[in-house]
């Protein structure tokens, strides 16, 4: 069974920045493509970023784009989601989960999922 866990979350003020990162264990880490979503308050979650197995291919949400930057180590089975120039609205909880398939946007398309970790940007 595969298991995903974050860490980094954090208070920051506006503007600043914050790294998140995922561990994952019990499967190939190699084999996974990799995803952050969010929760914000009252609002369902969303996607953020993916990146592939390989890590050659990256997605992001426009909402971050050119903010966030997603990475991967395949040596430490460990991906990270580096967020700058934070804004108030980006305060969630954000999650980390790996597919075996095709990533992206769909939640679907993620078998495995972290508990989260929470992200509070003060103004």
């Known amino acids: 069974q595969v298991q995903v866990v974050e860490s980094g979350g954090g208070l920051v003020q506006a503007g600043g920045s914050l790294t998140l990162s995922c561990t994952t264990s019990?499967?190939?880490?190699?084999?996974?493509?990799m995803g952050w979503f969010r929760q914000a308050p009252g609002k369902e979650r969303e996607f953020v970023a993916a990146i592939s197995f390989s890590g050659g291919s990256l997605y992001y949400d426009d909402s971050v784009k050119g903010r966030f930057l997603i990475f991967r180590d395949s040596a430490k089975n460990q991906v990270y989601l580096q967020m700058n120039s934070l804004k108030p609205e980006d305060t969630a909880i954000y999650f980390c989960?790996?597919?075996?398939?095709?990533?992206?946007?769909?939640?679907?398309?993620?078998?495995?999922w972290g508990q989260g970790t929470q992200v509070t940007v003060s103004s």
């Open positions: 019990g499967g190939t880490f190699s084999r996974y493509g």
């Open positions: 989960a790996a597919s075996l398939r095709e990533v992206g946007r769909p939640e679907s398309a993620y078998e495995y």
